[in-house]
Nanobody, 124 residues
Framework: QVQLAESGGGSVQAGGSLRLSCVAS???????MAWFRQAPGKEREGVAS??????ASYADSVKGRFTISRDNVNTISLQLDSLKPEDTAMYSC????????????????????WGQGTQVTVSS
């Protein structure tokens, strides 16, 4: 069973920054890693994904403000800059489950192993 643990969430004012980290028990060179978020009353949204080779993809709503990175063999991070109140959500890390080969174009609709999530709250 793959385990993931997120950290780094918190409360900041608009315009501030946070750095989220996700430690996985195992990440292979074929796995896709991704960050999703879910705000109350809204559907889960794919925020960013990254392949083992470092190829990243972002939701339009966060392009230019968020940066996903692979820090080491089992850790990824999400740097959140220029935060807005609409970024408030529970952020969860996911590792591809039952599929591999990097992050395809439809990575947002694929199945993942999930961590417990970390809350990000941005006040205006």
């Amino acid at each position: 069973q793959v385990q993931l643990a997120e950290s780094g969430g918190g409360s900041v004012q608009a315009g501030g920054s946070l750095r989220l980290s996700c430690v996985a028990s195992y990440i292979s060179s074929l796995d896709c890693m991704a960050w999703f978020r879910q705000a109350p009353g809204k559907e889960r949204e794919g925020v960013a994904s990254v392949s083992f080779a470092g190829i990243a993809s972002y939701a339009d709503s966060v392009k230019g403000r968020f940066t996903i990175s692979r820090d080491n063999v089992n850790t990824i991070s999400l740097q959140l800059d220029s935060l807005k109140p609409e970024d408030t959500a529970m952020y969860s890390c996911g590792r591809s489950r039952g599929w591999s080969g990097g992050c395809p174009a439809d990575w947002r609709r694929r199945d993942y192993y999930w961590g417990q999530g970390t809350q990000v709250t941005v006040s205006s």
